[in-house]
């Protein structure tokens, strides 16, 4: 496959957040019985939102920049994306037919965004390589942001 673009990179960390914002969207719809929940998934679902437009601008802003030799990470991260939490072979978060009760829907949130944070992570490393503070900044603002959605649904499943 070559070397990947950063472009490429942050390209599937845009769809990544697309992908959780129409699942906490979806999800706040299905259990509008449970106003916690309900407005849980509204404010993640708005972050998620928030995190795209971080994404797109950065993605904008680095179109023309490569990884050398990166075909090993590239493929991690495309792997990541691809898992059963984001577009798998079952495509579990599209079909979300999987969930039916409220432990299960914070349950799998709760995967969905650790997968999502593993992704970030390595992001973050690979944005490092190109020495740009603004960018990383931007990036570990992003993964600050996720690790606290991780911790409210951990906080609301205790409550369960």
């Not at 978060?93 to 299960?104: N, Q, R, T, W, Y």
């Not at 593993?118 to 570990?140: M, Q």
Request: hydrophobic share 40%.
């Amino acid at each position: 496959m070559g070397d990947y673009s950063v472009s490429e990179i942050v390209e599937q960390a845009v769809q990544t957040e697309k992908l959780g914002h129409d699942f906490y969207t979806t999800m706040s719809e299905k259990f509008t019985d449970n106003e916690g929940l309900k407005n849980l998934f509204d404010t993640l679902a708005l972050k998620e939102q928030a995190h795209e437009l971080i994404f797109t601008a950065l993605k904008d802003k680095m179109a023309d920049q490569k990884f050398e030799n990166w075909e090993e990470a590239g493929k991690y991260m495309r792997s990541i994306v691809e898992s059963e939490f984001f577009l798998g072979n079952n495509k579990s978060l599209p079909s979300m037919e999987h969930i039916k009760s409220v432990e299960d829907a914070v349950r799998f949130a709760m995967g969905f965004e650790k997968e999502t944070l593993l992704y970030f992570y390595y992001l973050s490393d690979a944005i490092k390589v190109l020495n740009s503070p603004e960018k990383e900044e931007a990036i570990e603002r992003i993964i600050k942001e996720e690790q606290s959605h991780l911790v409210w649904l951990s906080d609301f499943r205790k409550t369960l």
